[in-house]
């Protein structure tokens, strides 16, 4: 699912026009991806977590010439699931 598909449906379900629902959607990005910066935490209950983590350097391989490269440390996001939210 898209952005805009997001906020068609949030549209169609609240009643409220789709461009007051598209700033309300890019309100709340924006707002997670400060938090997410920051290395705060964000939780939703009954959705799940979302974290900023460390990863590690590591070796890879170029795959058109096989050669070998070291990716440097970097941070990503990691999200955690809810237990209501986890399909089984």
């Known amino acids: 699912m898209r952005r ?3 906020v068609r449906r949030i549209s169609a379900r609240t009643g409220i026009p789709q461009k007051d629902v598209s700033i309300i959607v890019d309100a709340l990005f924006e ?4 938090v997410l ?3 705060e935490e964000i939780e939703i209950r009954g ?3 979302f974290r900023i983590v460390k990863r590690k350097p ?3 391989r170029v795959i058109k010439t096989g050669e070998e490269v070291i990716i440097p440390e970097r941070y990503v996001v990691k999200f955690k ?3 209501y939210l986890k399909i089984k």
Not at 31 to 34: L, R
């Open 4 to 6: 805009l598909e997001l």
């Open 31 to 34: 707002e997670m991806k400060a």
């Open 37 to 39: 910066l920051s290395k």
């Open 47 to 49: 959705f799940g977590s």
């Open 58 to 60: 590591k070796k890879g």
């Open 81 to 83: 699931p809810s237990k």
